[in-house]
């Protein structure tokens, strides 16, 4: 088994639990956030800056690989990690996703999806044995099954129509996988709000030998309160031995309910994204950092950082670079972001490994402004 979960605890307080994620490309202690590299790299950060700052597994994409260089020379290449010079683990999106926010033309079937390439506008087809076709030429540690992610919000009949396609899918999926014993693969849970859909796609995709269990279909425009609603839901339908993988998610606030739910891993391109508009997070709160207001600000971005960026770079100039488009000033802040949100995930499993992840989550929220009205 290429993918391995070890549970070491669930937290007193709350249903938190800390775990371990063994890979061919290392370890990893959960819960645990994943970097996004979509076309394989990290935007503006180097694999070595990416080791430094703790990250241990990170995001990419099978659409996008696909479709730029193309999956064969990333194979010719030696696979993914040697063509991108990071040894840590990957995990590949299936694509699914990507075709429905990226390109027009899209034409769902139970073969698969016909849609236009958004870079050339030349008409594809994406189906399950080729998704996983090119996640096996990427090599990567975690391969993510091809599933619809339904828009928000969707009817139920459109829902359970979709749900039952995807299980179909799923099945095909590990039917084409042509390497189990080197790549694990994952089965993404959907279902939207639908208790009862959210059961029948976990009993169906549960009942298949997958690694591990996504919970799709989220993060995708509902509003919070429904998001944690059906991880409460959803969470405990799939298995305690495998990892919980909840998927584009996301803010510091929802890392802390996710977890709190039984969620092991994350990804989410928001820590990068907004760097790249100088928005950073700090433990107290969202800092907007090319106001005017820091023009002369000569303190670090958050002073209860320890990262490089905060402990060398003031305020004022990394002001100044991003006002004047200054690349430098985009790894300032994505490097700082980034450190944030895996420095979290370390007070995350601090607090679970004491029993005190609910008190962890009001002093976060406190703090960081989450409460504010
Ligand atoms: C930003 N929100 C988000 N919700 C998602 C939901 C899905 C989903 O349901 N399926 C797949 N394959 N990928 C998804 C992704 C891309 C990865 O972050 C999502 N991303
Ligand atoms: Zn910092």
Not at 10 to 25: E, N, S, W
Not at 136 to 145: K, R
Not at 181 to 186: K, R
Not at 270 to 292: D, F, I, K, Y
Request: contains cysteine; aromatic residues 10%; glycine residues 8%.
């Amino acid at each position: 088994m290429p993918i391995t979960y070890e549970h070491i605890k669930t937290c007193k307080q709350t249903g938190a639990r800390l775990g371990r994620v063994h890979t061919p490309h290392g370890s990893f202690d959960t819960p645990m956030f994943m970097p996004v590299g979509t076309l394989a790299t990290v935007k503006t950060m180097s694999p070595e800056e990416l080791e430094e700052m703790g990250a241990k597994i990170i995001l990419s994409n099978t659409y996008h690989l696909w479709l730029r260089p193309g999956e064969d020379i990333v194979e010719e290449a030696g696979g993914l990690h040697k063509f991108m010079n990071w040894d840590g683990a990957i995990l590949t999106d299936s694509g699914g996703f990507q075709v429905f926010s990226l390109s027009d033309l899209r034409d769902i079937e139970e073969q698969g999806v016909h849609f236009r390439n958004h870079i050339s506008g030349e008409k594809l087809f994406l189906s399950p044995e080729k998704a996983i076709q090119i996640q096996n030429s990427l090599g990567s540690d975690i391969m993510m099954a091809f599933d619809e992610c339904p828009p928000y919000p969707a009817s139920h009949d459109y829902m359970k129509a979709s749900v039952e396609r995807t299980s179909r899918w799923a099945e095909r999926c590990l039917a084409a996988h042509k390497r189990p014993e080197e790549q694990g693969l994952f089965g993404i849970v959907q279902g939207g709000e639908y208790e009862e859909l959210r059961r029948q796609s976990a009993r169906d995709l549960t009942s298949l030998d997958f690694s591990g269990y996504a919970v799709g279909g989220l993060s995708v425009g509902e509003p919070k309160d429904v998001m944690n609603k059906v991880l409460e839901f959803t969470t405990p339908l799939l298995p305690t031995n495998k990892p919980r993988y909840l998927m584009g998610v996301g803010s510091p606030d929802s890392l802390i309910d996710g977890a709190i739910r039984g969620i092991d891993m994350f990804d989410c391109v928001l820590p990068t994204r907004v760097a790249r508009n100088g928005t950073c997070m700090t433990s107290n709160g969202r800092l907007v950092v090319r106001n005017a207001k820091y023009a002369r600000d000569f303190g670090p971005l958050d002073e209860n950082c320890g990262c490089h960026v905060c402990r060398n770079y003031s305020r004022a100039y990394i002001r100044h670079l991003i006002k004047a488009n200054e690349t430098f000033g985009f790894r300032l802040t994505t490097y700082h972001n980034l450190y944030f949100l895996l420095e979290l995930m370390m007070q995350v499993r601090e607090a679970i490994k004491e029993d005190r992840l609910g008190d962890f989550r009001e002093e976060f929220f406190e703090q960081y402004g989450f409460n504010k009205p």
